[in-house]
């Protein structure tokens, strides 16, 4: 049995590793083409390299499902072309064990998918944002074109708006503008810093420069009257610390989408927007998802399992090889629309993940049982069609 599921391993590893480089080479060449526009003086051929590469992260987690699906399929039906999967039927390991089997051999897969998901993805993703807009001078991943915007509460019940020009490494930040608001929602201080950093639980701004604001303003320009005093004081400040909620991690978790961040800072993240009540459906689906993705593998696994056993004397491989990519991206279509009309109807974060793939690996199991017990269907069928009772 162990040098069996060695042997099936072996396998649907060799076939499901060259899918993926053909489909993550497929991919990142039409990348390659749509970009060829934005070579030139200042965007050499290099830095286009250079931006597709970091890419490459992100493009094989997004093609991981589909390629372990296809790959399994065309090692299952080489097998079976090869009548090795008869084999191992007469031998006495009935159509379940060998799923089971498959189940098995897809566990490594899965703490790929874990690392790659949690550590390589999130890094490259920050990464390929950061370089986008220095190369290219445009936004990429979180970031507006005026920068990174956080809200926040700050003491007395009033409330600040933080804009981050730009991240840097180790929770240093550049060129941000802090917007501080009365508990009436009036502006009381603009102030403005050409550097700083994020501690622990504070953010410390270097050559400050404040522009505050008197609680009389507003009340001065209804009245439309010239006051006594100033309305506004220009104040220089060589630092300046202010406590905050924000930190490294949630400044990383800005920048990329919510599929793109790990699960622990995720989690985090959704904690900081519920506490300053900020809209979190987004991040909920998308931590649901993620913490359903180990399970879409195992998904496309039982998938690949019936279409790989089926017609197993005439072979086929191109047609199972046809109707695996059919099936990869029709499950691929519902799970996006599933998360799109999830968002619209407000479903529940765990319909929205778990639902498509609870149905698909129904109708693989009913297809499964359906095959290993085929014969058992074909009689009574025949005996049916003939007006009397099968034989028990």
Do not use: C
Not at 237 to 256: D, F, G, N, W
Request: charged share 15%; hydrophobic share 50%.
């Amino acid at each position: 049995m162990r040098t069996a599921r060695r042997y099936l391993a072996s396998e649907i590893y060799r076939s499901a590793a060259v899918v993926l480089m053909a489909l993550v080479g497929l991919f990142t060449f039409f990348a390659l083409i749509e970009d060829l526009d934005n070579v030139g003086p200042n965007f050499t051929l290099l830095n286009l390299f250079y931006l597709q590469a970091l890419q490459l992260p992100t493009r094989l987690y997004d093609l991981l499902p589909i390629g372990l699906l296809i790959g399994a399929i065309l090692a299952l039906a080489s097998l079976a072309q090869r009548n090795e999967l008869v084999i191992l039927r007469v031998s006495g390991v009935s159509g379940m064990k060998l799923l089971t089997m498959l189940w098995v051999i897809t566990i490594p897969w899965v703490v790929g998918a874990f690392l790659l998901s949690e550590v390589i993805t999130p890094a490259a993703e920050i990464k390929s944002s950061e370089a986008t807009l220095t190369l290219l001078g445009r936004a990429g991943g979180g970031r507006l074109n005026s920068g990174y915007w956080f809200k926040e509460e700050s003491a007395n019940n009033s409330m600040r708006i933080i804009n981050i020009g730009e991240l840097q490494a180790n929770g240093g930040v550049s060129h941000i503008t802090l917007y501080e608001f009365s508990k009436g929602q009036e502006l009381s201080t603009l102030s403005q810093a050409k550097s700083g950093y994020f501690g622990n639980g504070t953010l410390v701004l270097d050559d400050v420069t404040e522009t505050r604001i008197d609680a009389n303003a507003v009340a001065a320009l209804a009245n439309a009257k010239v006051p006594d005093t100033p309305t506004t004081a220009i104040v220089h400040l060589p630092s300046r610390t202010l406590s905050t909620t924000l930190t490294p991690e949630r400044l990383i978790a800005r920048i990329l989408e919510p599929e793109r961040m790990s699960i622990f800072v995720l989690l985090d993240y959704i904690g900081y927007l519920e506490s300053n009540h900020l809209q979190t459906e987004r991040q909920v689906v998308a931590l649901w998802r993620k913490a359903a993705y180990p399970f879409t593998l195992l998904v496309m696994m039982t998938i690949a399992a019936p279409i790989g056993f089926m017609q197993t004397r005439r072979g086929g491989v191109g047609g199972k090889v046809f109707i695996g990519i059919l099936l990869g991206v029709g499950f691929f279509m519902i799970n996006q629309l599933a998360l799109n009309v999830g968002m619209l109807t407000k479903w529940s974060p765990w319909v929205t993940a778990l639902v498509p793939n609870l149905g698909a690996l129904g109708l693989a199991l009913a297809a499964m049982l359906l095959m290993e017990n085929q014969h058992n269907v074909r009689r009574i069928t025949r005996a049916h069609s003939f007006g009397r009772k099968p034989a028990i």
